[in-house]
């Protein structure tokens, strides 16, 4: 049975950092690609980052350029999202899902998604 278990959401303020974790199992990590993918209230749900299964490259949008970081512990069964210098409107769910990244994620290409943990940037 495939599960993706997101952990490490919570209260930040602006400019801090944060680390999410996503366990997977049911399915061998370094054969899929996996992203994360945040969705704020009456917002649509937004890809932030994605690493592909194949070579490890990393595809994300503007929105987040230099801010992000995502890497993958093959051993653990875990992907980490790391996030800097976070602002107000980085608020949202974040959901890791598995699925193809070859361009900034969509949620289309996705399959299996976790239930979401809470990232909060307020003062």
């Known amino acids: 049975q495939v599960q993706l278990v997101e952990s490490g959401g919570g209260l930040v303020q602006p400019g801090g950092s944060l680390t999410l974790s996503c366990e997977v199992s049911g399915f061998t990590l370094n054969h899929y690609a996996i992203a994360w993918f945040r969705q704020a209230p009456g917002k649509e749900r937004e890809g932030v980052i994605c690493?592909?299964?194949?070579?490890?490259?990393?595809y994300y949008p503007d929105s987040v350029k230099g801010r992000v970081i995502i890497s993958r512990d093959n051993a653990k069964n875990t992907v980490y999202l790391q996030m800097y210098s976070l602002k107000p409107e980085d608020t949202a769910v974040y959901y890791c899902?598995?699925?193809?990244?070859?361009?900034?994620?969509?949620?289309?290409?996705?399959?299996?998604w976790g239930q979401g943990t809470q990232v909060t940037v307020s003062s």
């Open positions: 690493i592909s299964s194949s070579d490890g490259r990393t």
């Open positions: 899902a598995k699925g193809y990244c070859s361009g900034v994620p969509h949620p289309a290409e996705y399959d299996y």
